[in-house]
């Protein structure tokens, strides 16, 4: 009898999706899918609608101010390249004297990561790093330590993608205004929306990374970017903008000329959109409910309890589910945690995710450096069941490696 599969992988990309998603896909291709913006005739104010839609749904669900502050993008990643390379580039045509200061954590993906080491190994960019403590959180005030007047950018993620730790992000926000008030806040909230409530206005957030595909259960290669008054003011030029265009090409709102339009969203969005990616991204967040939330969080209780009862294991980030996303980072004794993952995926067909999750520096923070641990996120079909078959597995690892090195040592 072949074993069921689980599916503890929900932090990377949820699934499985609501059957409406893939229907509101399916429907879009069927009957909607011209090009958005490009054309007059029906097909085309079809993929419009829908795209504007999108637009619509996504700023009521952070309270943006306006929809046209949702600028839509490929995903995450490519969200928070929008925003790096455009504040960076926008301090720089500003003639701004030296390298532009940026202030991050120790905790960030690798989209920001990267995309500021490029910057800071041409020493373009002057970067500072603030550390995390043992359970993933972020001091605000070593957040402020960290600003001083000529701060452009402070890039901090809502939530560790790496072990759920949830940041306070509004008593940050409000004390880089305190020191640094010219510059803008970036938060990545790819794990949080969808699970935790934002609201742009009330935290002061400038600018927001949005994952269409996690919390929010769309599609891959969906996503947005919300820009406030302060990142990028209404009516202004182009040398008015806290945000440089980085992407140039065909918006549809502006035909003649070679520059791009000055308004948003079509100032920061060229080409063609995602179209029927944004179609199943509307069912999905039509389809949201906060009672999934309180059940995968049921469910990250249960795994951290069985795993703090079983010997040799590591738990990293809370203790507890307060303050934490639903995702638990651990690791039992010396087993590299890729040869765990492995062994999950091919004995018990269980699907986690192991290594440094695109989050190097959070690990060297953690003591787990390179290798990194084994992540399991539950999602909202997830069971009960399927957890204690989780924590099964990993106790008969966990005997398993206490033998062999008992044995070793014999």
Same mark, same amino acid.
């Given at each position: 009898?072949?074993?069921?599969?689980?599916?503890?992988?929900?932090?990377?990309?949820?699934?499985?999706?609501?059957?409406?998603?893939?229907?509101?896909?399916?429907?879009?291709?069927?009957?909607?899918?011209?090009?958005?913006?490009?054309?007059?005739?029906?097909?085309?104010?079809?993929?419009?609608?829908?795209?504007?839609?999108?637009?619509?749904?996504?700023?009521?669900?952070?309270?943006?101010?306006?929809?046209?502050?949702?600028?839509?993008?490929?995903?995450?990643?490519?969200?928070?390249?929008?925003?790096?390379?455009?504040?960076?580039?926008?301090?720089?045509?500003?003639?701004?004297?030296?390298?532009?200061?940026?202030?991050?954590?120790?905790?960030?993906?690798?989209?920001?990561?990267?995309?500021?080491?490029?910057?800071?190994? !041409?020493?373009?960019?002057?970067? +500072?790093?603030?550390?995390?403590?043992?359970? &993933?959180? /972020?001091?605000?005030? =070593?957040?402020? $330590?960290?600003?001083?007047?000529?701060?452009?950018?402070?890039?901090?993620?809502?939530?560790?993608?790496?072990?759920?730790?949830?940041?306070?992000?509004?008593?940050?926000?409000?004390?880089?205004?305190?020191?640094?008030?010219?510059?803008?806040?970036?938060?990545?909230?790819?794990?949080?929306?969808?699970?935790?409530?934002?609201?742009?206005?009330?935290?002061?957030?400038?600018?927001?990374?949005?994952?269409?595909?996690?919390?929010?259960?769309?599609?891959?290669?969906?996503?947005?970017?919300?820009?406030?008054?302060?990142?990028?003011?209404?009516?202004?030029?182009?040398?008015?903008?806290?945000?440089?265009?980085?992407?140039?090409?065909?918006?549809?709102?502006?035909?003649?000329?070679?520059?791009?339009?000055?308004?948003?969203? !079509?100032?920061?969005?060229?080409? +063609?959109?995602?179209?029927?990616?944004?179609? &199943?991204? /509307?069912?999905?967040? =039509?389809?949201? $409910?906060?009672?999934?939330?309180?059940?995968?969080?049921?469910?990250?209780?249960?795994?951290?309890?069985?795993?703090?009862?079983?010997?040799?294991?590591?738990?990293?980030?809370?203790?507890?589910?307060?303050?934490?996303?639903?995702?638990?980072?651990?690791?039992?004794?010396?087993?590299?945690?890729?040869?765990?993952?492995?062994?999950?995926?091919?004995?018990?067909?269980?699907?986690?995710?192991?290594?440094?999750?695109?989050?190097?520096?959070?690990?060297?923070?953690?003591?787990?450096?390179?290798?990194?641990?084994?992540?399991?996120?539950?999602?909202?079909?997830?069971?009960?069941?399927?957890?204690?078959?989780?924590?099964?597995?990993?106790?008969?690892?966990?005997?398993?490696?206490?033998?062999?090195?008992?044995?070793?040592?014999?």
């Amino acid at each position: 009898m072949s074993m069921p599969f689980i599916y503890l992988d929900n932090a990377a990309t949820s699934w499985p999706k609501q059957p409406c998603v893939g229907e509101a896909m399916v429907e879009f291709l069927n009957h909607k899918a011209g090009n958005p913006g490009r054309g007059g005739h029906k097909l085309a104010r079809a993929a419009g609608d829908v795209i504007e839609e999108a637009r619509f749904k996504i700023a009521r669900l952070i309270n943006a101010p306006s929809p046209s502050r949702i600028v839509l993008t490929h995903g995450c990643t490519d969200a928070l390249n929008l925003a790096i390379h455009g504040v960076i580039r926008a301090a720089q045509r500003s003639g701004c004297e030296g390298p532009v200061h940026i202030v991050t954590t120790v905790l960030e993906h690798n989209a920001v990561l990267r995309t500021l080491h490029c910057y800071a190994s !041409d020493n373009k960019i002057k970067l +500072t790093y603030v550390e995390c403590d043992e359970f &993933g959180y /972020i001091d605000p005030q =070593k957040i402020s $330590d960290a600003c001083d007047e000529c701060t452009a950018l402070v890039c901090i993620t809502h939530a560790s993608n790496a072990m759920g730790s949830i940041q306070p992000i509004k008593e940050c926000i409000k004390r880089v205004r305190a020191i640094a008030p010219e510059a803008l806040v970036l938060v990545d909230g790819a794990q949080t929306l969808g699970h935790i409530k934002i609201d742009v206005q009330t935290m002061g957030i400038d600018l927001l990374a949005i994952a269409g595909h996690k919390g929010l259960g769309g599609p891959t290669g969906t996503g947005a970017l919300y820009l406030s008054c302060k990142a990028f003011p209404d009516n202004c030029t182009q040398n008015e903008s806290r945000v440089f265009c980085e992407r140039r090409g065909g918006t549809g709102s502006k035909a003649p000329g070679l520059e791009m339009p000055t308004q948003l969203p !079509d100032a920061l969005e060229a080409g +063609t959109s995602n179209a029927v990616g944004f179609a &199943g991204l /509307i069912a999905a967040m =039509k389809a949201l $409910d906060p009672k999934h939330h309180e059940h995968e969080m049921k469910l990250t209780a249960q795994i951290l309890e069985g795993l703090c009862g079983i010997e040799h294991v590591t738990i990293y980030g809370r203790p507890q589910i307060e303050g934490r996303t639903p995702v638990v980072l651990f690791n039992i004794g010396s087993i590299d945690p890729r040869v765990l993952a492995d062994r999950l995926d091919r004995e018990y067909n269980i699907a986690t995710r192991a290594g440094s999750h695109c989050a190097p520096l959070a690990h060297h923070a953690l003591g787990n450096g390179e290798n990194g641990g084994v992540r399991v996120s539950p999602g909202a079909t997830t069971t009960s069941e399927e957890i204690e078959l989780l924590l099964e597995a990993v106790r008969t690892i966990a005997a398993e490696s206490s033998e062999v090195a008992t044995n070793q040592h014999s």
